[in-house]
Every structure is written in C-alpha cells, then in structure tokens.
C-alpha cells in the first residue's frame, strides 16, 4: 500500500511504495509481456505482406521482447538470448 508525508523542508509529497507489492506488479507485467509480444509477432507477421516490412516488425517485436526480459527478470544475458532465439 502506498503512504504519503509531506517534506517538512520543500512541502513536497513523498510517496513510499511497498516493496513486496512492487515486485507482484513486476512479475505480472513481465508474465503478460512475455507472452503477449510473441503472439504479437505472430500476428504481424501473418498481416504484413511485405517482406522488408515483416523483417522490420520481427526485428521491433523481438527487441521488445528482450527489452521486457532485461527490465522485468533477472535473467542473465544467456537466458535473454535463448528466449530471443526461441
């Protein structure tokens, strides 16, 4: 749950944030992007006609997908890459 003060200095609002409930927000946004980004890829690549154009969207799609592995999990470099080339 997240609690707010007030700095007695600047007047400014601190918000903390409870740790534990961070890390569940995290893992569930890494959960839904992990799986929705390859069936995103899917898609695209069933849609996209063109052959420069489907390389362009493999090519965002799968950055994304390593982007949301590196920020959401402590998977090591190795991992990340064997997820990608999956």
Do not use: H, K, N
């Not at 569940?24 to 006609?49: D, E, H, K, N």
Request: hydrophobic share 55%; charged share 15%; proline share 3%.
């Amino acid at each position: 749950m997240s609690q707010q003060q007030r700095d007695p200095e600047c007047g400014a609002i601190i918000s903390t944030v409870d740790r534990p409930r961070m890390d569940r927000v995290g893992t569930i946004i890494a959960a839904i992007l992990s799986s929705v980004l390859p069936l995103l890829a899917i898609m695209a690549l069933y849609f996209v006609q063109d052959t420069l154009r489907r390389l362009g969207v493999a090519i965002v799609l799968t950055s994304l997908f390593a982007a949301a592995l590196t920020l959401f999990t402590a998977a090591r470099r190795i991992e990340i890459f064997a997820a990608t080339a999956a």
